[in-house]
């Protein structure tokens, strides 16, 4: 079956740094655009980065110039490096994988993992 597993989540100071993983089995790894979300307590999930299978980018202002986002198709993972972190940036991190079109494609979501940045 289709896993999506987060991990590297954890408690951090602001202004450090964490990197995340979500390693995908059961998907054609390579073909499907990958992001990821996040939702904080009281608030709607939100998109923070985007990977597409070709490898463009895109993110969320509130981001922008703090996370990077890349994948590795060699190890079925993909990667959320965030830097400069912010007590806002507190939420639990989702992993997403989607292919194909909005009927009849495919899109799956992993537990998530909490991201804690206070000091």
């Known amino acids: 079956q289709v896993q999506l597993v987060e991990s590297g989540g954890g408690l951090v100071q602001p202004g450090g740094s964490l990197r995340l993983s979500c390693a995908a089995s059961?998907?054609?790894?390579?073909?499907?655009?990958m992001g990821w979300y996040r939702q904080a307590p009281g608030k709607q999930r939100e998109l923070v980065a985007t990977i597409t299978s070709a490898g463009s980018t895109n993110y969320a202002d509130s981001v922008k110039g703090r996370f990077t986002i890349s994948r590795d198709n060699a190890k079925n993972t993909v990667y959320l490096q965030m830097n400069s972190l912010k007590p806002e940036d507190t939420a639990v991190y989702y992993c997403?994988?989607?292919?194909?079109?909005?009927?009849?494609?495919?899109?799956?979501w992993g537990q998530g993992t909490q991201v804690t940045v206070s000091s």
């Open positions: 997403h994988a989607v292919w194909g079109p909005p009927i009849g494609g495919r899109d799956y």
């Open positions: 059961g998907i054609t790894f390579s073909v499907y655009d």
